[in-house]
T-cell receptor, first 115, second 110 residues
């Protein structure tokens, strides 16, 4: 079955360490996104990518970095510069080529805890 | 001003009740509209897209009012399993960005 896979599901890190969250999709979607969700809050956009080798900052990009070397993969690195990295991270994809009403498809998320 | 605004609730309704959620959006250039359902500590899942003429999927009805810039979700005959947070999502095709409401919490009580 096609879908989006995020790994790991839970991740624990010490403060000051960089950590990379994996996101892989086999839906052949062009666009991929990273969101962050904090308890009781909505999703906030970190980075997004419309095509391979191109990505744009979202609303809260500071302290994060991404790459898009392959269509299927959009890893997110949480750097030590991110002040409050503990959160639920969601990767999503969509395919604008299917038309204006193409929804987002989400992975099952990575819950990052930094102590 | 937020791109998308929702009443956070919580909505606590008895089984079998009808409940409606509204969501307003600020950008008149918004093109696509969706309702997602999110269970506790899980990822959001697409409930339904919202079409201009309104659309229905079983007990769920979605409507769009472009003039007033809001969308709505109506749930009839609520089930215990409908308990979740419902997210309103709007797509502004420029840059293909999606904007999320903060979600409306629904609890269906036996």
């Amino acid at each position: 079955d096609g879908g989006i896979t995020q790994s790991p599901k839970y991740l624990f890190r010490k403060e000051g360490q960089n950590v990379t969250l994996s996101c892989e999709q086999n839906l052949n979607h062009d666009a991929m996104y990273w969101y962050r969700q904090d308890p009781g809050q909505g999703l906030r956009l970190i980075y997004y990518s419309q095509i391979v080798n191109d990505f744009q900052k979202g609303d809260i990009a500071e302290g994060y970095s991404v790459s898009r070397e392959k269509k299927e993969s959009f890893p997110l690195t949480v750097t030590s510069a991110q002040k409050n990295p503990t959160a639920f991270y969601l990767c999503a994809s969509s395919t604008p080529r299917q038309g204006w009403n193409s929804p987002l498809h989400f992975g099952n998320g990575t819950r990052l805890t930094v102590t | 001003r937020k791109e998308v605004e929702q009443d956070p609730g919580p909505f606590n309704v008895p089984e079998g009740a009808t409940v409606a959620f509204n969501c307003t959006y600020s950008n008149s250039a918004s093109q696509s509209f969706f309702w997602y359902r999110q269970d506790c500590r899980k990822e959001p899942k697409l409930l339904m897209s919202v079409y201009s003429s309104g659309n229905e999927d079983g007990r769920f009805t979605a409507q769009l009012n472009r003039a007033s810039q809001y969308i709505s979700l109506l749930i009839r005959d609520s089930k215990l399993s409908d308990s979740a947070t419902y997210l309103c999502v709007v797509n502004i095709n420029t840059g293909n960005q999606f904007y999320f409401g903060t979600g409306t919490s629904l609890t269906v009580i036996p």
